[in-house]
Antibody, heavy 124, light 106 residues
Framework: QVTLREAGPALVKPTQTLTLTCTFSGFSLSTRAMCVSWVRQPPGKALEWLAR???????YYNTSLKTRLTISKDTSKNQVVLTMSNMAPVDTATYYC????????????????WGQGALVTVSS | DIQMTQSPSTLSASVGDRVTISCRAS??????LAWYQQKPGKAPKLLIY???TLESGVPSRFSGSGSGTEFTLTISSLQPDDFAAYYC????????FGQGTKLEIK
């Protein structure tokens, strides 16, 4: 059974750095072509992809947020960590982590399992 | 970056109706398109991938079509559980979501 769960502070102050941890089970990030992504959703708004980390430690970022994001993994702990620097009120959102499974033909795949989300509010 | 445009943003319909949601990509994405359903306070749920492949466990009243830049999600006969928000997503070049369609009860 695949599960993912996000953890982090519910409230951060402007200019602070946000650190979110995704802890997962039911799969391994050492499996070839397995990936984990982060997605966020401001209240009442659309989903926005943030970052992806692959089984081989390749990393990809949303171009408009790239300078503020860092994604990393601890395979032994089944965790993926996202940091976002210089937080502002517009970054208030629910942050999700999601799994991207491998494809036996090497094709791209969408997000098949998601965590429940972590609401982060940015306010002084 | 690839942009995704969904329409309509809001759709009012009744149980039993057939509804269609459209999604347009700013450049060709072949068939690398997914559809998600999201209910309030919940994570998105994958419905369809590769434009027309139904995810395991998803009812057959959901279907997807299209390729290149034009895609549609069709629900053949709306059920009470289907009233939710729907998002398209391209995964041809990293990822982009559409702005969403809220399907509400008429």
């Amino acid at each position: 059974q695949v599960t993912l769960r996000e953890a982090g502070p519910a409230l951060v102050k402007p200019t602070q750095t946000l650190t979110l941890t995704c802890t997962f089970s039911g799969f391994s990030l050492s499996t070839r072509a397995m990936c984990v992504s982060w997605v966020r959703q401001p209240p009442g708004k659309a989903l926005e992809w943030l970052a992806r980390i692959d089984w081989d430690d390749d990393k990809y970022y949303n171009t408009s947020l790239k300078t503020r994001l860092t994604i990393s993994k601890d395979t032994s702990k089944n965790q993926v960590v996202l940091t976002m620097s210089n937080m502002a009120p517009v970054d208030t959102a629910t942050y999700y982590c999601a799994r991207i499974p491998p494809d036996r033909y090497g094709n791209s795949r969408p997000f098949d399992y998601w965590g429940q989300g972590a609401l982060v509010t940015v306010s002084s | 970056d690839i942009q995704m445009t969904q329409s309509p943003s809001t759709l009012s319909a009744s149980v039993g109706d057939r509804v269609t949601i459209s999604c347009r990509a700013s450049q060709s994405i072949s068939s690398w398109l997914a559809w998600y359903q999201q209910k309030p306070g919940k994570a998105p749920k994958l419905l369809i991938y590769k434009a027309s492949t139904l995810e395991s466990g998803v009812p057959s009243r959901f279907s997807g079509s299209g390729s290149g830049t034009e895609f549609t999600l069709t629900i053949s006969s709306l059920q009470p559980d289907d009233f939710a928000a729907y998002y398209c997503q391209q995964y041809s070049s990293l990822y982009t979501f559409g702005q969403g369609t809220k399907l509400e009860i008429k």
